[in-house]
């Protein structure tokens, strides 16, 4: 089993713990992502590993479900609307727990997969290993809108922050691809103060442009959870700057990050 099955398995843990620490009322609240619910994201979630599952036991049933997914958004279902409809309006600890079981069968399908296998998906293609972080990278940034709803500080970041943080780098390109912007030349270098003291760096030999400081900042800024402006990361550099006002670690049509300070922890 590679790695990354397991941090994922941690990180859904942990999101779990925090869904337990939920009240009934809790889950029809409007958090600041979108105003999406507690139900609205671990729906949202739910469905993206329904995907992922059926991408690592067979891609021609993965086909079949993103077009039936596609053809009701044309329709005129919003994302959330989608969920809603597919779940038939689960909500609550019973989707906490049908969430989870889904997740679990991911994980073992995708741990007896070769390292080497890719698998399909609604962006670009993916090695196993990628797949798998997206779903981790999913997981944890979605969790920061219902830690900020409780008014509550996650827990300490741990060393599987760095695939999030590995995914942001890699994304770099596609996220001016997606939005059929011409990719920079330049890559901006990248060093994060980490868990337990560490330094992750990438793109040592960039000077020019470089974003430095602390790790779970910038896995908030690539994730969209937080707006640059509203971190202590320091940002060099005019292609950084750009970068940080079209950064996307994720799948799907051009997202625009955050306003400055729109997503913070809520004052209770």
């Given at each position: 089993m590679i790695q990354q099955v397991d941090d994922l398995l941690a990180e859904?843990?942990?999101?779990?713990?925090?869904?337990?620490?939920?009240?009934?009322?809790?889950?029809?609240?409007?958090?600041?992502?979108?105003?999406?619910?507690?139900?609205?994201i671990v729906r949202h979630l739910?469905?993206?590993?329904?995907?992922?599952?059926?991408?690592?036991?067979?891609?021609?049933a993965f086909a079949a479900l993103m077009a039936d997914i596609q053809a009701r958004r044309q329709a005129g279902l919003s994302r959330v609307e989608e969920a809603r409809e597919r779940l038939g309006g689960l909500g609550g600890p019973?989707?906490?727990?049908?969430?989870?079981?889904?997740l679990e069968q991911l994980c073992d399908v995708?741990?007896?997969?070769?390292?080497?296998?890719?698998?399909k998906w609604s962006g670009p293609d993916m090695g196993v290993r990628m797949f798998t972080t997206a779903r981790q990278m999913e997981t944890?940034?979605?969790?920061?809108?219902?830690?900020d709803l409780l008014g509550i500080d996650r827990p300490a970041a741990q060393p599987r922050l760095r695939n999030i943080a590995e995914m942001g780098v890699r994304t770099f390109g596609w996220a001016y691809r997606?939005?059929?912007?011409?990719?920079?030349?330049?890559?901006?270098?990248?060093?994060?103060?980490?868990?337990?003291?560490?330094?992750?760096?990438?793109?040592?030999?960039?000077?020019?442009?470089?974003?430095?400081?602390?790790a779970v900042a910038f896995c908030q800024v690539v994730t969209q959870t937080r707006n640059v402006a509203d971190t202590t990361l320091t940002v060099r550099g005019e292609t950084a700057r750009?970068?940080?006002?079209?950064?996307?670690?994720?799948?799907?049509?051009?997202?625009t990050p955050p306003a400055p300070g729109t997503r913070a922890k809520s004052r209770r």
């Open positions: 859904a843990a942990e999101f779990d713990r925090l869904l337990a620490a939920l009240g009934d009322d809790d889950w029809s609240r409007a958090t600041q992502f979108k105003a999406w619910t507690a139900d609205d739910h469905v993206g590993d329904t995907m992922a599952l059926a991408s690592a036991r067979d891609p021609a019973l989707l906490r727990a049908r969430w989870r079981q889904t995708l741990g007896k997969l070769p390292p080497d296998a890719r698998l944890w940034s979605h969790a920061q809108a219902i830690y997606n939005r059929g912007l011409a990719v920079p030349a330049t890559v901006p270098s990248v060093r994060l103060d980490a868990p337990a003291g560490e330094r992750w760096e990438w793109l040592q030999s960039s000077t020019n442009d470089a974003i430095e400081g602390d750009h970068w940080m006002t079209v950064v996307q670690c994720f799948a799907g049509p051009p997202e």
